[in-house]
């Protein structure tokens, strides 16, 4: 589908910072009266108060126009118009489209800060159109830009990467109910693909080094393990913190 250079403006009103204060109450229920048509709304990650408008139906490649009227931080196309989506866009390909980008390098360079050591992941691999999703403990080579996993040799995910090497993982740190603290979340979703490394492959011994065994020895490690190579083919990076300095906080990092 070919992108919109212009949409019409999205009928969303910010109306003011939710505090206790009698002021901002007042002037959100005048501006809701105002816009009966409209749904108030608090964007609670934000704490903003906005009247929410029924907007134009949107492709989901389109992007918005310059002239866009303002809205919450926090909210997106969907709360607003009706939107339909597909394999070439989709929600977190609109999120890269309409906000401020980052260079690839500097997307890049968040990444590596995101990932300093051996971190966990959920590694999905597929079997006859059926996923399955294990964590494993992964290594960024920041240098060749792939990442390491050593598994078991015989292991279920290494019989499907062998059969089918597509792969997608996913890293997450950030706020939960349960530990409470600041509501910030970080994340790198990737989709790539996978190879199995034997230990009788040359690359194998410099691979596990760069893993950085913790459990046993590098001679156990020889007969007992396979290595998994992840190759990303893109990286999303999300990061809220990116939204006070006004950046999108889906950040799209793609291997050239």
Same mark, same amino acid.
């Given at each position: 589908?070919?992108?919109?250079?212009?949409?019409?403006?999205?009928?969303?009103?910010?109306?003011?910072?939710?505090?206790?204060?009698?002021?901002?109450?007042?002037?959100?229920?005048?501006?809701?009266?105002?816009?009966?048509?409209?749904?108030?709304?608090?964007?609670?990650?934000?704490?903003?108060?906005?009247?929410?408008?029924?907007?134009? %139906? &949107?492709?989901?490649?389109?992007?918005?126009? *310059?002239?866009?009227? =303002?809205?919450?931080? !926090?909210? #997106?196309? @969907? $709360?607003?118009?009706?939107?339909?989506?597909?394999?070439?866009?989709?929600?977190?390909?609109?999120?890269?489209?309409?906000?401020?980008?980052?260079?690839?390098?500097?997307?890049?360079?968040?990444?590596?800060?995101?990932?300093?050591?051996?971190?966990?992941?959920?590694?999905?691999?597929?079997?006859?159109?059926?996923?399955?999703?294990?964590?494993?403990?992964?290594?960024?080579?920041?240098?060749?830009?792939?990442?390491?996993?050593?598994?078991?040799?015989?292991?279920? %995910? &290494?019989?499907?990467?062998?059969?089918?090497? *597509?792969?997608?993982? =996913?890293?997450?740190? !950030?706020? #939960?109910? @349960? $530990?409470?603290?600041?509501?910030?979340?970080?994340?790198?979703?990737?989709?790539?693909?996978?190879?199995?490394?034997?230990?009788?492959?040359?690359?194998?011994y410099p691979a596990l080094i760069k893993y950085n065994l913790v459990r046993i020895s590098q001679e156990r490690a020889l007969r007992r393990f396979d290595l998994i190579r992840v190759t990303p083919k893109q990286i999303y990076y999300f990061d809220t913190t990116l939204g006070a300095e006004h950046k999108g906080i889906y950040q799209l990092w793609k291997?050239?």
């Amino acid at each position: 589908m070919g992108r919109l250079s212009s949409i019409l403006p999205l009928t969303v009103l910010a109306i003011a910072v939710a505090t206790p204060s009698s002021r901002a109450a007042e002037g959100a229920s005048q501006a809701v009266a105002a816009k009966p048509a409209g749904q108030a709304a608090e964007a609670i990650e934000t704490g903003l108060l906005a009247a929410i408008v029924e907007g134009p %139906k &949107l492709k989901s490649d389109q992007v918005k126009s *310059a002239n866009h009227r =303002a809205y919450g931080r !926090g909210m #997106t196309c @969907a $709360e607003c118009h009706t939107t339909t989506y597909d394999f070439v866009s989709t929600a977190s390909k609109q999120f890269v489209n309409n906000f401020p980008q980052l260079s690839q390098e500097e997307i890049w360079n968040r990444i590596v800060a995101l990932l300093p050591g051996r971190e966990r992941f959920v590694l999905a691999s597929v079997h006859n159109n059926q996923p399955t999703a294990t964590t494993v403990d992964m290594v960024l080579d920041k240098d060749e830009r792939v990442l390491y996993v050593v598994s078991e040799v015989g292991s279920e %995910k &290494l019989l499907e990467i062998r059969e089918n090497p *597509a792969i997608s993982a =996913a890293h997450f740190l !950030g706020w #939960t109910v @349960a $530990e409470g603290g600041a509501k910030e979340w970080k994340s790198v979703q990737i989709k790539g693909t996978a190879e199995v490394i034997p230990s009788s492959d040359p690359r194998f011994y410099p691979a596990l080094i760069k893993y950085n065994l913790v459990r046993i020895s590098q001679e156990r490690a020889l007969r007992r393990f396979d290595l998994i190579r992840v190759t990303p083919k893109q990286i999303y990076y999300f990061d809220t913190t990116l939204g006070a300095e006004h950046k999108g906080i889906y950040q799209l990092w793609k291997r050239q």
